[in-house]
């Protein structure tokens, strides 16, 4: 299943952002008059033509893994000498069409005047680089309509807390046919809780039976109810009281909390003597690390149903995203009948938002997204990120990404937020092709403007070379990246 929703990923995803990046090129080049001989949907060899529009040919390729664009002097490599000695011919033997001896003579059949005739290197220095920098313009400018698009079906407003069930006593009023460990509380008698708080004020005061709506986990162990609702009906016992807990879900490695000892599923119940407030656990063991920290702090821990004290010392000034003591951890609570809760993700509606927002949501996400990728750089020389969490991903990678995300938005009925994943893909794809890298359109560029440097163009057949070497390279880190994302997914 995962692998048909690549599939579907990488054709509702990336064959879109694709084609819009050719398009951009399609169309500055008629702006400029460099002709295009060809507009390829995918790549050679070629499986059919599917129309001609003025001089261009449009043609669908056996190799979905993209499109190109085929301008008058120029091949996927850079600048070409203009041949053309390619014929079909049907069974006979017989060319299905007439055999041009040129490009040039092939647009001169196609009607277009001797006058008219345009190079890609023949067009002057700014026309070529407006030519070379339109894909990535136009994956941009669509991503701001994807992202406006998004906002116009519906964006994520927070409706309500979730709470999950993360163990339940065989005596418990949970304990029923279809309720399992994970499930999630969503709903009070058909209402929105706003947190764990009122949840229990609301099971507290509760006079009889309680209508309560679950969901299962979306990693249920039977697929066909995975992230399904349902309603059960329970009576809550009287006077119950809760604890609150931490519970710690990994240590890292040489972290205070490791070289203490405090492992995995511990449950920490109290601080320095002082049980943890029921209403805010996860706040008040962040507060008292950063009070103590660099001095002895006291932990009470439960570990197999045994109290524990461990001693340790937060770190004052610890790595990016280990926190002071080195843990993850997750705020538990416990009614006095056994049953322990945790916070899961909040509930959301997609709201339909109106065109002045989604405007406002389309230039603010695109700007986001566009401060991100500057940052990037710094970030990962300044070791803010790491390299592994910025690695590079094949078209493998985000097909894995896009088929998650299809999945997830299915079971939440909000198929329009791959509107948003699209956005995102497309900048992406725009601004990588504008790096300065052979045969990348930012490489080409780089080119246009040796040649306004130098006042007289590089020599074809070194960019041509260059350009051959770079996509050798490039390909092979491709192949590289891609046995990376299918040995090493990120989903």
Do not use: C
């Amino acid at each position: 299943m995962d692998f048909l929703f690549s599939i579907l990923a990488f054709a509702v995803i990336l064959i879109p952002a694709i084609i819009i990046h050719e398009l951009g090129h399609f169309f500055a080049a008629k702006m400029v008059g460099i002709n295009v001989l060809e507009f390829g949907i995918g790549f050679p060899p070629r499986a059919m033509r599917l129309f001609v529009w003025g001089e261009t040919e449009f043609t669908l390729n056996w190799l979905p893994i993209g499109g190109f664009v085929r301008p008058l002097g120029e091949d996927m490599i850079g600048p070409s000498e203009e041949t053309y000695i390619e014929a079909e011919f049907d069974e006979d033997g017989k060319a299905k069409h007439e055999i041009y001896s040129s490009e040039r003579e092939e647009l001169m059949a196609r009607g277009v005047p001797p006058e008219k005739l345009m190079s890609v290197n023949e067009a002057k220095p700014l026309a070529r680089i407006w030519f070379m920098a339109a894909g990535a313009t136009f994956n941009v400018l669509s991503a701001l309509i994807f992202f406006m698009v998004t906002a116009l079906f519906g964006l994520p407003v927070e409706q309500g807390a979730r709470l999950m069930l993360a163990e339940i006593p065989a005596n418990s009023v949970f304990a029923q046919p279809e309720v399992s460990r994970g499930d999630a509380i969503e709903l009070v008698n058909g209402e929105y809780f706003a947190n764990q708080a009122e949840f229990f004020q609301l099971w507290n005061n509760a006079n009889g039976s309680l209508e309560l709506t679950l969901r299962h986990p979306d990693t249920y162990e039977n697929e066909e109810l995975a992230g399904q609702r349902y309603v059960i009906s329970v009576t809550p016992p009287t006077n119950l009281s809760l604890d609150g807990f931490v519970l710690v879900t990994s240590v890292i490695e040489e972290s205070p909390a490791a070289e203490a000892g405090i492992l995995p599923d511990d449950l920490i119940y109290a601080i320095n003597g002082e049980a943890l407030d029921v209403n805010n656990p996860l706040g008040q063991l962040t507060k008292a690390t950063e009070e103590h920290a660099g001095q002895t702090l006291q932990l009470g821990v439960i570990r197999a149903g045994e109290a524990l004290s461990i001693s340790l010392i937060p770190r004052e000034n610890p790595p990016r995203n280990q926190g002071r003591l080195g843990v993850g951890i997750v705020a538990r609570w416990q009614s006095s009948d056994g049953v322990f809760y945790e916070n899961a993700r909040p509930q959301v509606e997609y709201i339909p938002q109106p065109l002045d927002v989604a405007v406002n949501y389309g230039f603010s996400r695109l700007f986001l997204v566009l401060k991100m990728m500057w940052e990037l750089p710094g970030q990962l020389i300044s070791g803010a990120i790491s390299p592994e969490e910025a690695r590079p991903v094949s078209i493998v990678g985000i097909s894995q990404l896009g088929g998650q995300f299809l999945q997830q938005n299915l079971r939440s009925q909000s198929l329009w937020m791959i509107f948003d994943f699209i956005g995102l893909i497309s900048i992406f794809l725009g601004i990588t092709n504008l790096l300065p890298i052979p045969p990348l359109d930012g490489g080409r560029i780089l080119f246009v403007l040796i040649e306004m440097l130098r006042g007289k163009p590089v020599s074809p057949r070194i960019e041509s070379i260059v350009n051959q070497i770079g996509l050798y390279l490039f390909l092979g880190l491709g192949v590289i990246v891609i046995i990376m994302d299918i040995f090493m997914p990120l989903v």
